[in-house]
């Protein structure tokens, strides 16, 4: 699939890492309305430039555009390019209000046109193999999830001296108003959704722990930089989800069923160990068992070769899946309605800052399918 990057941010930069191990993708061009940011991402990583947004929507060779953009851009880009007849993989969320979202979707089914949107984890060994473990019956009937995206003080980290391999700089401004919410609740709710299916409501509260983070965004202009949800799924599971950038490094799974706990170490590393904890019952009483070592992560020879080497998450797991469903004319694991899902869910989360608790969730999608060495 001939692609075309825009937006060479922060975020092209870890797509750029692990490009070059996937052969369904060649990338033809990129263009950033920042002219001095593009040519230093078109120099470090060797790839042509365009003059404009325009001649990247008129080059016939670009079947797919992935747009990489800051997030309040989502809406205008996708649709820009779907207009132009190109297919779509954005960065999460899909849009910065639920309407567009579902604009870009409608315009996407209308046009004959694929629209799949970040994030991919859900594509990689861990996840998939959770997944199994629960279609396998390890802990039996599932009842209740708690789900993590806790990243450390971040106004402590340094941020300002982020920098991507091109050299461009990790948004934290951007990070501070969009919210932690927005940017990585979805690592989990993609999980949660592939597992349980549709959420039907969310129940949430956000504040403002730190009220000085000495990074020049008035608190006004801020996110939450803490937020709790209660989201309960059609299929009747219960999950609670937190995110924040105040509370230690934490990105735990674990899921409560019947008989043990299914937990993964870290929902964002390629190699996060899975475990499993079953619940035991000898002569009338019940116990549950120590936690055993890791189980095998699945995954055929591709699988393991893409999850090795650094820690860094494989972004462009995401784009080689829209790939192979446009070759095998077949839905994309990462639907534009699973992307429209999570958007309104994290949305809802978000908004519950300053406004209402509990929102109801219209959108639905598909059942997904497992990967094929996964099932």
């Known amino acids: 699939m001939r692609i075309a990057i825009v937006g060479c941010g922060f975020v092209a930069d870890l797509y750029m890492d692990t490009l070059r191990r996937h052969g369904d993708l060649e990338l033809v061009g990129a263009w ?28 016939a060779r670009v079947e797919t555009v992935l747009n990489l953009t800051h997030p309040a851009s989502h809406y205008e880009v996708s649709r820009d390019c779907l207009e132009a007849g190109k297919h779509v993989y954005s960065e999460k969320p899909l849009a910065m209000d639920v309407g567009e979202a579902e604009d870009l979707v409608a315009r996407a089914a209308a046009r004959g046109l694929r629209l799949s949107g970040a994030p991919s984890r859900l594509l990689g060994r861990p996840a998939q193999t959770t997944w199994k473990l629960l279609r396998d019956g390890a802990i039996g009937r599932p009842h209740l999830v708690y789900a993590e995206m806790d990243d450390g003080l971040l106004h402590r980290m340094g941020v300002k001296r982020w920098r991507g391999r ?14 932690n919410t927005l940017e990585h609740a979805g690592y989990a709710l993609t999980w949660l959704a592939a597992f349980f299916g549709p959420a039907e409501s969310v ?35 219960v999950a609670r989800l937190t995110c924040s ?4 490094h934490d990105h735990q799974l674990r899921i409560f069923g019947e008989d043990g706990i299914l937990s993964v170490d870290d929902m964002w590393t390629p190699e996060a ?21 890791r189980q095998r992560l699945l995954g055929d020879d591709e ?37 429209l899902h999570v ?22 999608f598909a059942p997904i399918d497992p990967m094929p060495w996964a099932r």
Do not use: H
């Not at 950033?32 to 080059?59: H, I, K, N, Q």
């Not at 091109?166 to 919210?179: K, T």
């Not at 999850?307 to 694991?333: I, N, Q, W």
């Open 303 to 339: 699988a393991r070769r893409l999850s090795k080497g650094r820690r860094k998450v494989d972004f462009c797991l995401g784009p080689t899946e829209l790939a192979r469903a446009l070759r095998e004319d077949r839905p994309s694991r990462l639907s534009a309605e699973l992307a």
């Open 273 to 293: 160990a899975v475990r499993v904890r079953r619940r035991l019952t000898w002569r009338g009483r019940t116990t549950e068992s120590p936690w055993n070592a």
């Open 203 to 237: 129940t949430a509260f956000g504040a403002r722990c730190v009220a000085e983070k000495g990074l020049g965004v008035p608190l006004e202009e801020q996110a939450a930089d803490m937020t709790v949800a209660g989201i309960t799924f059609e299929s009747g599971i």
């Open 245 to 248: 950038i105040v509370a230690r």
């Open 343 to 364: 958007a309104e869910i994290a949305l809802a989360i978000t908004a519950s800052l300053e406004g209402p608790a509990r929102v109801p969730i219209r959108s639905r």
């Open 32 to 59: 950033d309305r920042d002219p001095v940011r593009l040519a230093l991402f078109c120099r470090t990583w060797d790839v042509p430039s365009y003059t404009g947004f325009e001649e990247l929507l008129e080059d």
């Open 166 to 179: 091109s050299g461009a700089p990790w948004p934290y401004e951007d990070e501070l108003r969009v919210g």
